[in-house]
């Protein structure tokens, strides 16, 4: 499960960054807020009491303001009672001396007749607006939040003034609230994404574990083994691509067990065949009068093996290095004729004829020389060793489009349907009885096969009413 760690960091880690951006970005919005709406209430509260007093106290005034006096005390208690009960705040009445006259709650005792700082007073009485935060002149034992406005009469004098407070634990509480509600949420969101991790990388590693085990067991030599896969996202498209090397790799190895087994037998009959007759001269079971016509048999037999070598070697050579680094340009028309001369003494024996339409022009192709000549040559000696006797090989070139199309034709036996696709295998033959008479190695045709794939071209075979036509096309100018 470690790819499900991994991607659990990936997604957990960015989360958590942009959660603690989002949750100290919310909690200053939250802390500013809630000041702000705090303000907003003591400003409201404040307000409304410095109407009490103009309605409830007597003013008494001789030459100077003297203090004023409650004429109904308790009806103001139970006001303001209320007023701080409801928004939770305290509210302090105080006279223009600064003297707390009434305050509200159940501890009111304990704040009046005590005394407002004098400053406090001057900056309520000069602004006509106090705001701070902090004790209140040491009034507070904590710090709150208080707003003081002056109570006027209808003469806009000032005969009290209102305080109203709040405790700044209020605010804190609240975010504190905020931030539990974050911290909850935080870690449902975190247990909903491992959840997801989960089953999202359970369902990306099924596959990946598939072609894990796979992998095991090609590397013990089987290529059986398929993953199956129902997804057309990348996985999908990597569980078809890892299918289509195990079918590559399967065919491979089937085709090097058929490779193994064909030389082993190529090898093997003309070996057990010189032996048997060398050891039949040298213990007299040949005649000496035979002994000429057996060792004819194995020359032959020797010719054999030394083509079969030579072509395993030409396999081995192409299969290793790129023959068109050695590309040259050369005049096609002239190659074919001097291909088709090196066949006259055969083709005259068969009765048979050679028909060359090519053009009347040079056709100059960039390719490897050597590599072409052989691909023509093993066409031709294909048309010849199957054509029948006294017949025709028609022998087709023409250049268009940048490319160069050869086509050889010859009347013998059709090729079955299903040995078609096999053709250009090594050590196929269509009839495997008569590869002796044929002194074929069935590695021909897959030695021209890889020298047209080398020159980007590409070969191909139809054999149709006793009618098999080869045909090659490459490009004419080459891949430079």
């Known amino acids: 499960m470690k790819l499900l760690y991994k991607y659990y960091l990936m997604i957990a880690i960015p989360l958590f960054i942009c959660l603690v951006v989002i949750g100290i970005g919310l909690s200053f919005q939250m802390y500013d807020y809630s000041v702000s709406e705090k303000h907003k209430t003591l400003e409201h509260a404040a307000t409304k009491v410095s109407t009490l007093p103009a309605l409830y106290f ?64 001057d900056e309520t009485k000069t602004k006509a607006r106090y705001s701070s935060t902090g004790s209140l002149g040491g009034l507070y034992s904590g710090e709150n939040y208080t707003v003081g406005l002056p109570a006027t009469n209808a003469f806009d004098e000032p005969i009290a003034y209102v305080f109203v407070t709040t405790s700044i634990e209020n605010v804190h509480a609240l975010l504190n609230e905020v931030r539990n509600i974050f911290m909850v949420l935080s870690i449902i969101v975190f247990t909903l994404t491992a959840i997801l991790c989960y089953f999202i990388v359970r369902k990306m590693t099924k596959p990946l574990k598939q072609i894990a085990i796979a992998s095991r067991d090609f590397a013990h030599g089987n290529f059986s083994t398929r993953v199956h896969s129902h997804s057309s996202d990348e996985i999908g498209e990597l569980t078809v691509a890892f299918n289509n090397m195990a079918d590559s790799l399967e065919k491979s190895e089937e085709l090097k067990r058929s490779f193994i087994g064909n030389v082993s037998h190529e090898l093997r009959s003309p070996m057990t065949s010189i032996n048997g007759f060398v050891d039949g001269i040298l213990d007299g079971t040949i005649p000496p009068e035979r002994s000429e016509h057996y060792l004819r048999i194995v020359s032959d037999e020797v010719r054999r093996l030394s083509r079969l070598v030579s072509r395993m070697l030409d396999i081995t050579v192409l299969q290793g290095t790129d023959i068109t680094e050695q590309s040259t340009t050369f005049d096609f028309c002239e190659l074919l004729k001097r291909v088709a001369l090196s066949f006259e003494q055969r083709v005259t024996e068969a009765k048979i004829t050679i028909n060359v339409d090519i053009p009347a022009y040079s056709v100059n192709v960039f390719a490897n020389e050597d590599a072409i000549y052989q691909v023509v040559y093993i066409l031709i000696d294909n048309a010849v060793k199957f054509s029948q ?4 090989i028609a022998i087709t070139l023409t250049d268009k489009g940048g490319k160069l199309t050869f086509s050889i034709k010859n009347r013998g036996e059709t090729i079955p349907e299903d040995q078609l696709k096999f053709i250009f295998d090594r050590f196929h033959k269509i009839d495997k009885s008569r590869s002796k008479d044929k002194k074929g190695l069935g590695l021909g045709l897959y030695i021209a096969k890889t020298i047209i794939n080398q020159h980007h071209g590409k070969i191909m075979v139809t054999s149709k009413d006793n009618l098999t036509e080869f045909t090659f096309t490459i490009p004419s100018h080459g891949i430079r």
């Open 58 to 121: 007597d003013s008494v005034q001789s030459g100077e303001h003297n203090r004023s006096l409650f004429y109904d005390h308790r009806t103001l208690r139970t006001i303001l009672n209320f007023i701080s009960d409801n928004e939770q705040l305290h509210i302090i009445i105080c006279d223009t001396d600064g003297e707390i006259l009434i305050a509200s709650g159940n501890n009111n005792k304990d704040y009046e007749q005590k005394q407002i700082n004098s400053k406090i007073l």
């Open 389 to 392: 006797e006294s017949s025709s």
